[in-house]
């Protein structure tokens, strides 16, 4: 089933980048021959989807549906309204900025670690007092997605008197399953007891 669905997905992807290369084609042409700021900004809005066709394409979607409404309002208004062209060209290039900083800070968290939810705090905890119930206070519980690959960092309090070998053996224990469960590699942090 996921080599099926990964399979999709990239033909998706594929048929994306070919279908929004050559309508980038027709918009900058049109764009231009009408000399139409607007348009023009929205033949690169499409260009930019080629590059988010596998990343982003909810949010693309999305702003593919903003975009075309402003040019549809643009070619009706743009008779009688002689800014409106400039300002709606204004309107797609901010559509370009803001989902290009919401990919680049979804890549970003993703690459840098981002707090894990309460519901998988949660499940962690729950893990972790069955693998290693010595290891107390488990917090500071991060996660860095790179692909289908999931790493988790979290941090656990341990009796101040425990023997180093102890201690490892505790978090291997937990790390293992961790593993088992999340299919993610984990690093166990040890802190004395407060």
Same mark, same amino acid.
């Given at each position: 089933m996921l080599e099926s669905s990964k399979k999709l997905g990239y033909t998706e992807g594929i048929v994306s980048i070919i279908v929004n290369t050559l309508l980038f084609g027709i918009k900058i042409w049109v764009g231009l021959a009408?000399?139409?700021v607007a348009m023009t900004a929205d033949a690169?809005?499409?260009l930019s989807?080629?590059?988010t066709s596998l990343i982003?394409?909810?949010?693309?979607h999305r702003s593919d549906a903003l975009a075309s409404l402003m040019i549809v309002v643009g070619a009706i208004a743009g008779k009688y309204v002689w800014w409106i062209d400039g300002a709606l060209g204004i309107g797609v290039s901010a559509l370009i900025v803001y989902a290009a900083y919401d990919i680049a800070k979804t890549a970003f968290n993703a690459l840098m670690g981002e707090n894990a939810s309460p519901d998988f705090s949660e499940r962690i905890k729950k893990i972790a007092g069955e693998a290693s119930p010595e @290891?107390?206070?488990i917090h500071h519980i991060h996660m860095h997605r790179y692909g289908d690959h999931l790493e988790i960092t979290l941090h656990a309090r341990l009796n101040e008197n425990t023997k180093i070998l102890d201690a490892h053996n505790f978090s291997?224990? @937990?790390e293992q399953e961790l593993r088992k469960e999340l299919n993610a590699d984990t690093t166990v942090h040890i802190e004395p007891e407060k």
């Amino acid at each position: 089933m996921l080599e099926s669905s990964k399979k999709l997905g990239y033909t998706e992807g594929i048929v994306s980048i070919i279908v929004n290369t050559l309508l980038f084609g027709i918009k900058i042409w049109v764009g231009l021959a009408a000399s139409s700021v607007a348009m023009t900004a929205d033949a690169w809005h499409t260009l930019s989807d080629t590059l988010t066709s596998l990343i982003a394409d909810g949010w693309h979607h999305r702003s593919d549906a903003l975009a075309s409404l402003m040019i549809v309002v643009g070619a009706i208004a743009g008779k009688y309204v002689w800014w409106i062209d400039g300002a709606l060209g204004i309107g797609v290039s901010a559509l370009i900025v803001y989902a290009a900083y919401d990919i680049a800070k979804t890549a970003f968290n993703a690459l840098m670690g981002e707090n894990a939810s309460p519901d998988f705090s949660e499940r962690i905890k729950k893990i972790a007092g069955e693998a290693s119930p010595e @290891l107390k206070d488990i917090h500071h519980i991060h996660m860095h997605r790179y692909g289908d690959h999931l790493e988790i960092t979290l941090h656990a309090r341990l009796n101040e008197n425990t023997k180093i070998l102890d201690a490892h053996n505790f978090s291997t224990k @937990l790390e293992q399953e961790l593993r088992k469960e999340l299919n993610a590699d984990t690093t166990v942090h040890i802190e004395p007891e407060k």
